[in-house]
T-cell receptor
């Protein structure tokens, strides 16, 4: 276990549904990330939060809405998704500092949009 | 922005052989280069990393080399074992204040016994 948990592990939803992905880190880190992993593509950075503040939004469509209520929890709210949004969504966390430190990943949520 | 290219996309070796995966990056300001291993059903896990002030780093059967001039770095796995079979990703810090990692597309390594 890496200290980063994600729920649910699998999710199937229709294009009109609204759902949320949850990430929790037990490592005391102050930065959290959402990545999208599609087949045969690099991990795509979606959002970055530092000390609960969003510092990067990597041109992600508005149907993905992140929320970071505190430095241990991160959510990704989903609505009116498209089939091409089907992917593995990975959460990660790290402790920011003078040098870049290891980024710890959760196991991911496998999302299927019908 | 940063761009990371990774080769090969697939690699098959016999148990006991060595495996080498190569990556190139575009941003000369990148200063941190981790390698992640992802097993089926799991998230990526760091196996080794190197910073730009070092040319080589080893950890048992795994080593990473960095050539800053050529902007490429490589992962070397010696005496491969079946449990080394996984997808391996290289990454480099982005040029946006180094707040995130840019990943390569991954290499699927298969070690047959």
């Amino acid at each position: 276990e890496t200290g980063v948990t994600q729920t649910p592990r699998h999710l199937v939803m229709g294009m009109t549904n609204k759902k949320s992905l949850k990430c929790e880190q037990h490592l005391g880190h102050n930065a959290m990330y959402w990545y999208k992993q599609s087949a045969k593509k690099p991990l795509e950075l979606m959002f970055v939060y530092n000390f609960k503040e969003q510092t990067e939004n990597n041109s992600v469509p508005s149907r993905f809405s992140p929320e970071c209520p505190n430095s241990s929890h991160l959510f990704l709210h989903l609505h009116t998704l498209q089939p091409e949004d089907s992917a593995l969504y990975l959460c990660a966390s790290r402790q920011t500092g003078r040098s870049y430190n290891e980024q710890f990943f959760g196991p991911g949520t496998r999302l299927t949009v019908l | 922005g940063e761009n990371v290219e990774q080769h090969p996309s697939t690699l098959s070796v016999q148990e006991g052989d060595s495996a080498v995966i190569k990556c190139t990056y575009s941003d000369s300001a990148s200063n941190y280069f981790p390698w992640y291993k992802q097993e089926l059903g799991k998230g990526p896990q760091l196996i080794i990393d190197i910073r730009s002030n070092v040319g080589e780093k080893k950890d048992q059967r795994i080593a990473v080399t960095l050539n800053k001039t050529a902007k490429h770095f490589s992962l070397h796995i010696t005496e491969t074992q079946p449990e080394d079979s996984a997808v391996y990703f290289c990454a480099a810090t982005s040029n946006q204040a180094g707040t995130a990692l840019i990943f390569g597309k991954g290499t699927t390594l298969s070690v047959s016994s």
